[in-house]
């Protein structure tokens, strides 16, 4: 079991940054991959960015360039560095955790990004 627990979501200006946290407790956590996905009202859930155990990352097209995902095996964190914000970015953000080869996989709560002027 994987619990996860995300944090950093708020308002902010177009233009702006934001740092998104999740941590995660309750297993190993350097093994997972780990995701950041969004939602909108009345949209599916959309894939953001992903950090692989072995560090490799990858992203959105319309993210590419803007958005850094990072983690720290330390701390069983993963972070999401939003810069350059969008009123388009607006959503809320999830974290999950995933390992190759394996169907379970954990969400948290989610955390509200508002971009608005």
């Known amino acids: 079991q994987v619990q996860l627990v995300e944090s950093g979501g708020g308002l902010v200006q177009p233009g702006g940054s934001l740092r998104l946290s999740c941590v995660a407790s309750?297993?190993?956590?350097?093994?997972?991959?780990m995701d950041w996905y969004r939602q909108t009202p009345g949209n599916q859930r959309e894939f953001v960015a992903r950090?692989?155990?072995?560090?490799?990352?990858s992203y959105a097209g319309p993210v590419e360039g803007r958005f850094t995902i990072s983690r720290d095996n330390a701390k069983n964190g993963v972070y999401l560095q939003m810069n350059s914000l969008k009123p388009e970015d607006t959503a809320v953000y999830y974290c999950?955790?995933?390992?190759?080869?394996?169907?379970?996989?954990?969400w948290g709560q989610g955390t509200q990004v508002t971009v608005s002027s």
């Open positions: 999950r955790a995933s390992r190759p080869f394996r169907s379970t996989e954990y």
């Open positions: 309750g297993s190993i956590f350097n093994v997972y991959t």
């Open positions: 950090i692989t155990s072995g560090l490799s990352t």
